[in-house]
């Protein structure tokens, strides 16, 4: 598989032979599906609470007698099907919304989506990106000559860069990662992912 390397100004000036595993897989949208979900899912923290009907604060009195009111009989106020009553299955903190991937699985699915978006033409690589001070504007600038200032922008680089970081934080269209910190709801999200070559050989050393 052959990736167009971009310079500067955007434009193609040369190739760079990438995996076929990684970016010349078939499209598996039941698998990327499943993938993002299960993403989604594990992030998600079990924190809301709900009470049942033994934790309501309401009297164990009896409403009104059993009979002869003309009304439906009832035992307590903190019944489920009371206003203010307790919850018939409430919530609880400890609830797991966790869900199981197969490592094979999950790396099929990342390589699913990186293959598309190489397919769709998505998928920039340029030899290094950085910036020579932490500035939003010179970050700004580097896109706009990469063609890229448009649309929201995935930057993925293969080491960390506080100047791109601390750039990045005031552009809200611009999200900044490294190949390890690179999620598949990330890359489904981002109309255009910005890849670096040394990104490239480090994604072909995790995920195939």
Do not use: C
Not at 128 to 142: D, R
Not at 190 to 196: E, G, M, S
């Amino acid at each position: 598989m052959e990736l167009k390397l971009l310079n500067e100004q955007g434009q193609p000036s040369a190739t760079l032979e990438a995996s076929d595993a990684l970016f010349g897989r078939e499209y598996n949208e039941a698998l990327i599906h499943q993938v993002v979900v299960a993403y989604m899912a594990n992030a998600r923290s079990g924190n809301r609470a709900q009470k049942g009907r033994d934790e309501v604060a309401h009297t164990t009195h009896k409403p009104w007698r059993q009979k002869g009111t003309g009304r439906a009989r009832s035992g307590m106020s903190s019944s489920p099907i009371w206003r203010g009553g307790g919850r018939a299955f409430p919530n609880k903190p400890d609830e797991n919304f966790s869900h199981k991937v197969n490592r094979k699985m999950y790396r099929a699915g990342v390589a699913a989506i990186l293959s598309q978006l190489a397919r769709d033409g998505r998928l920039s690589v340029v030899e290094g990106f950085a910036v020579e001070a932490p500035k939003t504007k010179l970050l700004a600038q580097k896109l706009k000559g990469l063609g890229l200032s448009d649309g929201p922008v995935l930057v993925i680089t293969d080491a960390f860069d506080e100047n791109l970081y601390l750039s990045s934080r005031n552009l809200p269209n611009v999200l900044v990662l490294e190949v390890s910190e690179t999620d598949p709801v990330s890359l489904v999200r981002f109309p255009n992912v910005l890849v670096t070559k040394g990104a490239v050989a480090k994604m072909e050393e995790i995920w195939q």
